[in-house]
């Protein structure tokens, strides 16, 4: 299993493991260092235990013919809904008003993020201080403007989730918008009654790619990790999906994904037409 792509967390947030017998040798050249190198070694140990029980609860699930995935939980934005060219054309116009240059590479970063990784994002590149903030500012309101009347679904976005219902699974959401704007576009869009459960930006402290909102999300749905499918468009939110030992299902939207993270998925769609019959596959 390729582990270097995981990146780096906050190793406070994942499951303790006792390090007194742990046998660093077996890494090789990995060294007891400092702290955090130990819970990094922790936490690939915990990642790579996770992989070979889940193989196994696999194989015990196919041989009895069950279906191994019991929830599909959801991206919102650019997975169902079609925010992220809204959004792009949110970023540059408001950046345009205030007679800033912003390029689509910058625009590509924040996909997937939080706001707070976001405005992290653009103090990195303009500083702290008025312009980032002024940018930041300026798109929440254009964005929230152009919301009202030019979003639309992705396609097959309704279609897949009446057939997941039907089918029996638990269908549910993990979105990194925060709850007020989240609500008021899955209602514009007609989606809003079409989840058992919800996981919004606000209920974790770390956005993704942490995997702490899929973590959420499949303890709030009643599934463990391994019986819950997470559909994604972004690196950011596969990776997190991905890290929460998950099946990630991916729907590339503006950026396509890295190699290594589109091998790490469970499938990488064209549209999501496709995804009822690619859940129903895996057993």
């Given at each position: ?5 995981l ?7 994942f ?14 050249r ?13 936490y ?7 992989f070979?029980t889940?193989?196994r609860?696999a ?9 191994m995935?019991?929830a599909v939980?959801?991206?919102?934005d650019?997975t169902?809904?079609?925010?992220e060219?809204l959004?792009?054309r ?6 345009a008003?205030l007679g ?5 590479a ?7 993020r ?8 653009l103090?990195a590149?303009?500083g702290?201080?008025?312009t980032?903030d ?7 309101e ?6 009202k009347t030019?979003?639309?679904?992705k396609?097959?976005a ?8 039907a089918a ?13 704007a989240?609500e ?5 869009v ?5 989840f ?5 930006g606000?209920d ?6 942490d ?5 959420l999300?499949?303890?709030?749905a009643?599934?463990?990790p391994?019986?819950?499918a ?6 950011n939110?596969?990776v ?10 991916a729907?590339?939207d503006?950026v396509?994904?890295?190699?290594d ?7 990488v ?12 596959a895996?057993?």
């Open positions: 299993m390729e582990l270097q792509w990146g780096v967390w906050d190793y406070s947030t499951p303790k493991i006792k390090p007194a017998k742990i046998n660093l040798s077996l890494f090789g990995l060294r007891h260092k400092a702290s955090v190198y130990v819970a990094k070694v922790q690939d140990i915990y990642v790579i235990y996770k070979v889940c193989s609860f194989a015990t699930q196919a041989d009895e013919g069950a279906d995935i019991k939980i959801f991206d919102m650019g169902l809904i079609d925010t060219r959004d792009m949110a970023w540059k116009v408001g950046a008003e800033i240059t912003i390029d689509d910058l625009i590509h970063q924040f996909i997937g939080s706001n707070a990784d976001v405005k992290d994002i103090e590149h303009y702290k201080g008025e980032a002024a940018i930041f500012a300026r798109n929440i254009l964005h929230t403007e152009m919301a030019d979003l639309e679904l396609a097959g309704a279609e897949c989730l009446d057939e997941l219902l029996g699974y638990h269908v549910g959401l993990a979105t990194s918008s925060r709850r007020v989240a008021r576009n899955l209602k514009t007609g989606l809003f009654d079409k058992e459960t919800v996981t919004f606000e974790v402290a770390y956005g993704k790619p995997p702490a909102i899929y973590l999300a499949c303890e709030r009643g599934f463990a391994e019986e819950c997470v559909v994604e468009d972004s690196r939110g596969c997190s999906g991905i890290t929460a030992v998950c099946h990630v299902f729907v590339p503006i396509p994904l890295p190699q993270v589109a091998d790490g998925c469970e499938a769609l064209d549209t999501l037409f496709d995804l009822a019959a690619a859940v129903k895996v057993r």
